[in-house]
């Protein structure tokens, strides 16, 4: 009977460890997670499921793993999965249990940075806007209604997760997550509030006993048991608060985020390489590229103010899911090598000899035999010779050499062969046809009872509760036929002071101009002359958004809109203040309200010729058209360019805000050797930062795909086109020394094969492409770069033919880059290398 009994508090005890997640098959030491008592180096790279389209995901991480990923990493969403309190929503973009069910079929593991702030240049860094409104709340910080529904939203996504057996002791993906966000500085600043909300989110992300580690990036105070982790562009300097806990990177800045009016960010991938292998030399274990995807901003989600709609973030995969190269050739051969180190690197700490001024060897012995090396150069000028273990290696300036049996280079951070891939925005062949446009009339909704009415200016976010950009601040001002301006011509001025972001200001229905804040003064001050008549004058202003900030604490106190004052200056009483006048104020536009963007909503209105509208350049006009989905299966994208500012929708489905703002910054050349930081390294100086919108393929028909958008200024939607994003000009350069890892196979830990090849120039189209033309091929010494090389002293006449045989009509080939294949050896005892660049080109149309 006893033993009965025992058998079934066992079976019980058993049963209660399982739906408890206690198995804890996902740990942590000093040198590494541990997955089911296995040490693992980890790859990562972060994905945002919201930024792209469900049918988008499986193909980006399939991307991910054959770039040599582990792990997915996604923030989760609080604004897109909860609009209004207790409304869910995990549907379509936010469908997250299906996107981590598609990282589980991939094989791959993930990190769950559930936040819920989660910055990430997301609107409100991803807090719901009605949480603003919550009585008594103070966000991130130690205040009870905040942590109740941050506790609450946790526990949701926790739940719904487990649900779904989606944690590693479950048998799913997730082996780790996070909670909070780069807390440290605000910590500090808020002190011992900070302190205790600090510990308090610690305590509470362990009690919803998920099974996996919990990290917290950026902040040094993180309380054990949980890791904190490193973000930033280089981490080899980051230590762990304890010296139990794994040396991780949440955050490895593949690139930079882009602003309306900015320049874009490039950070070279030798430099990326060089920090990666610098962080797991120095002991890191985990990597996570933030982002390895960084997509889209549908829709208004987009942070800011001034956040672009495209989050491509320079990341190894495109915003629209292409691959980029060379940096995503260049990483993966990087992951590959790194890989071969793992069986030392996760047994043994690095022994750190000198090898030079700025070199040094970081080599792991491990217990089991065998030893890895990293062999770095720091110096940012000059290569250098090396001696290691009784050979000479030669080291490019800025760089890392990985040796995974101490003898062989496999991989060195500097030395890119991987193929340079061109992308353009060709035309497609699709045309977008019957423009039509209605005007939001600025006096429409002056007296249908849909107004508010108030003494004094009133904050915009209060009102708007952000379901819209737009809010209108209307009131009228009486002049008197006696002013002097009127005999003088010494026009009165008009100052609206705003707190933020945009404002197009009419008087008597006439757009007089426009005033705009930045995204770091959010602030600013419309000041014009304004031509006002006899009698009344209708002063409208019409107050727009431009996505919520993302970064700070107390989001409570943030305020957006027009604060005032209101003055106009140059009457002959002097200053007029209309701060304190009487406002109406009307929530969002008229074609919102009908929901003029959609469908169904266009026969609300009487449409007429855009013709009419573009002579006049009418602000405030809706335009819609219709067209047919381009063949084939390039991503599709808007060509912008000649419109002003505003939104736009294809089927109802908003691609997001569109902003036609010329780059200002310096584009100077740039080097990937020397620390980067942003604004190293911009391209796009005086053009428009962002021409193009992305429209998913998977919101298309067929045919008569209705386009519909809202123009704030004016602007030609007649000239909108859209444009297929495809490879077109291909690059490689190979020099003769350049050995790439062919076979790639950790077959147990410990057991490794790898294989060298000679030196090849590989080429490769889209799947859909072929190689239609060598435009230049030199084997011997050229010169420059990809679009622009030319021969240099040494060259071989058979080079382009030799190209053309193996290569045109094929979508890839490789050549060798050896004497022989090339009939004879056109410069003895010269170092020659291989450069080429071809035409791809489709085969579908
Ligand atoms: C980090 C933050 C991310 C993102 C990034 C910049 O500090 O954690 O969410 O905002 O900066 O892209």
Same mark, same amino acid.
């Given at each position: ?89 995990? @549907? ?124 917290? !990036? ?16 280089? !981490?080899?300097?980051?230590? #762990? ?66 956040? /672009? ?67 770095? +150069? ?34 060195? /951070? ?65 002049? +008197? ?50 031509? &006002? ?99 084939? +299966? ?76 809202? @123009?704030?200024?004016?602007?030609? #939607? ?18 003769? /020394? ?26 490769? !189209? ?37 190209? @053309? ?21 056109? !410069?003895? +005892?010269?170092?020659?290398? &291989? ?11």
């Amino acid at each position: 009977m006893k033993t009965l009994l025992f058998f079934w508090v066992l079976m019980l005890m058993l049963v209660l460890n399982n739906t408890n997640l206690m198995q804890c098959s996902v740990s942590y030491d000093k040198k590494a997670l541990s997955i089911n008592g296995q040490r693992r180096i980890l790859i990562s790279g972060s994905i945002h499921y919201p930024r792209s389209t469900p049918d988008m995901w499986e193909d980006l991480i399939m991307k991910a793993k054959d770039g040599g990923v582990d792990v997915i990493d996604t923030y989760v969403f609080w604004n897109g999965h909860e609009p209004s309190p207790g409304n869910f929503n995990f @549907e379509g973009r936010y469908d997250l249990v299906r996107f981590l069910k598609i990282v589980q079929k991939a094989g791959l593991y993930a990190h769950l940075r559930l936040g819920p702030y989660v910055c990430a240049e997301w609107n409100f860094g991803g807090f719901p806007v009605w949480l603003k409104y919550v009585p008594g709340i103070s966000f991130r910080t130690d205040n009870e209604p905040f942590k109740m529904a941050m506790q609450g939203f946790t526990e949701k996504i926790v739940n719904l997760l487990k649900g779904h057996d989606l944690f590693e002791p479950q048998g799913g993906p997730i082996i780790l997550s996070q909670v909070e966000n780069e807390y440290g500085k605000l910590r500090m600043k808020l002190g011992q509030e900070g302190y205790n909300y600090m510990n308090w989110a610690a305590h509470m992300a362990l009690s919803t006993q998920t099974g996996v580690p919990w990290t917290m !990036c950026k902040d040094d105070k993180t309380p054990d048991p949980l890791i904190n982790t490193c973000n930033g562009f280089y !981490c080899h300097q980051f230590t #762990p608060n304890k010296p139990y806990k794994p040396k991780l990177w949440t955050e490895a800045w593949s690139g930079w985020f882009t602003e309306f009016g900015g320049s874009k960010t490039q950070r070279p991938v030798q430099d990326l390489a060089f920090a990666v292998a610098r962080f797991i030399q120095t002991g890191g274990s985990f990597v996570n590229y933030y982002m390895y995807h960084g997509g889209t901003n549908f829709g208004r989600t987009a942070g800011g103010p001034f956040i /672009t709609t495209s989050y491509d973030y320079d990341a190894p995969l495109d915003e629209y899911g292409l691959i980029r190269q060379p940096k995503y050739g260049h990483l993966k051969q990087l992951h590959k090598a790194i890989k071969l180190c793992e069986p030392a690197l996760i047994s043994a700490d690095p022994i750190v000899t000198q090898l030079g001024d700025r070199q040094q060897a970081h080599v792991f012995y491990p217990e089991s035999g065998g030893c890895a090396a990293f062999l770095s +150069n720091y110096d940012t000028d000059s290569g250098v010779r090396v001696l290691f273990n009784n050979k000479h290696y030669s080291l490019p300036p800025w760089s890392i050499s990985i040796l995974p049996d101490c003898r062989n280079v496999v991989f060195n /951070t500097a030395k890119v062969g991987e193929q340079t891939s061109h992308m353009e925005m060709l035309p497609s062949n699709s045309q977008i046809l019957s423009w039509e446009s209605y005007n939001e009339d600025v006096s429409a909704l002056d007296n249908d009872g849909s107004t508010i009415t108030a003494v004094g200016l009133l904050e915009q976010l209060n009102l708007t509760r952000d379901r819209t950009d737009y809010l209108w601040y209307k009131t009228s001002v009486d002049i +008197n036929p006696s002013e002097s301006f009127f005999s003088n011509g010494e026009l009165p001025t008009l100052i609206v002071g705003s707190a933020g972001h945009a404002v197009h200001v009419f008087v008597n229905g006439q757009l007089i101009g426009s005033g705009f804040g930045g995204r770091k003064s959010r602030r600013f001050t419309f000041s014009q002359k304004v031509n &006002l008549q006899q009698g009344t004058n209708k002063i409208a202003l019409l107050s727009i958004s431009v996505g919520l900030q993302n970064v700070g604490g107390h989001f409570e106190s943030w305020n957006t809109g027009i604060l005032g004052p209101v003055v106009l200056h140059g009457l002959d009483q002097g200053k007029l203040d209309l701060s304190w006048e009487r406002w109406t104020y009307q929530i969002g536009l008229m074609g919102e309200t009908m929901n003029l963007a959609t469908p169904s909503g266009i026969s609300m209105v009487e449409w007429m010729d855009s013709k009419i509208a573009v002579r006049e350049q009418q602000p405030l006009m809706w335009h819609k058209a219709y067209f047919d989905a381009p063949q084939g +299966n390039e991503p599709l994208a808007l060509d912008m360019e000649s419109m002003g500012k505003g939104q736009v929708w294809i089927n109802g489905e908003s691609i997001g805000r569109y902003w036609t703002n010329y780059a200002t910054g310096e584009c100077k050349g740039c080097s990937y050797t020397g620390r980067f930081e942003p604004p190293k390294c911009q391209v796009g100086c005086g053009k428009p930062t962002q021409r193009w919108y992305h429209v998913p393929r998977s919101w298309l028909k067929p045919s008569r795909n209705l386009i519909v958008l809202f @123009e704030e200024i004016g602007g030609d #939607p007649t000239k909108i086109s859209l444009v297929k994003r495809s490879m077109n000009t291909i690059c490689a350069q190979v020099s003769e /020394t350049h050995r790439t890892i062919k076979s790639f196979q950790v077959e147990s830990y410990g057991d490794t094969v790898q294989e060298f090849y000679i030196p090849k120039v590989h080429l490769q !189209c889209a799947p859909n492409q072929r190689i239609s033309a060598i435009t230049f091929a030199s084997f011997g010494t050229p010169v420059g770069t990809c679009g622009s090389f030319e021969k240099g002293d040494c060259h071989a006449s058979t080079s382009s033919a030799v190209l @053309e045989k193996k290569c045109v009509g094929k979508q890839s080939c490789a050549v060798t880059v050896t004497n022989r294949n090339f009939g004879r050896d056109p !410069c003895p +005892n010269v170092l020659k290398q &291989l450069s080429v660049q071809a035409l791809c080109a489709s085969i579908t149309n």
